[in-house]
């Protein structure tokens, strides 16, 4: 079994399955891969149903034959599914599994040597999944003098509001000016890199030089204040 294989991060899992003997293999085959975080294994099927629906996973290993509900039945039920791996004693199931788009099925008993080769495929489909998700938020789009505009986030260290537009500040061009609320811009930011300051600034956390006297120094020279209601921001960048 090749357990060195690596997702760019860890994949969280879930495993359901009415046999306790089935899910502490599972749960040990998990163990041997870095890549993979078990999160919580479930006996029954509406306990893990009912926990997936409010805790979104990216891996799940489900058994489709169970007296409380079909693992197929399951997963249609999911309106954000996960990858699947089905797991079954039933070769007659495989073709339903396939039809969900799982990523592979497994027949018990479950050997080391095959479930390496479902979680190679899996994060195959992560790491895809993952790349493009990173390539989308690399970037934002806006309206300015009626122009769709491509903006990369490495290239804006902070973002002023004018009320009901916003002036975005970059580093090798001029400013830009939206029509958008500053509290909307900051929804389409990946919050680990952009943080509130004011309620007239927001700024990229990694041009952050140094933080005095509430004051965010960028490497542009640029100080801008921090507000007393955004100064957990202080803790937080010294923190980073």
Known sequence: MDSNVQAPIP???????????????????????PSLHMVKAFENGISG??????????????????PDI?????????KKKPLIIFTTAHKDFAIDGFDLDA???????????????????AINIYSRNYALQTDLEECIFVYSEYNLVKILLSEIEY????????????????????????????EKLPEARFKRIHRSYIVAVGKVKSISNRKVLLASKKQLPISESYIQFIKEW???
């Open 11 to 33: 994949l969280t899992c879930v495993a359901i399955d009415d046999e306790p003997f089935a899910l502490e293999i599972i749960k040990h085959l998990v163990g041997q891969f």
């Open 49 to 66: 149903a009912r926990f997936l629906r409010e805790n979104p996973v990216d891996l799940l290993f489900i058994d489709i034959n169970m």
């Open 70 to 78: 079909s693992g197929l039945t399951l997963v249609r039920s999911l």
């Open 103 to 121: 990523v592979d099925y497994l027949l018990k008993p479950i050997t080391p040597d095959r479930f390496s080769k479902a979680i190679q495929k």
């Open 159 to 186: 973002i002023e509001s004018l009320e009901d537009y916003i002036r975005l500040h970059l580093t090798s061009s001029k400013p830009i000016i939206t029509r958008m609320p500053l509290k909307k811009i900051l």
């Open 238 to 240: 010294k923190n980073s």
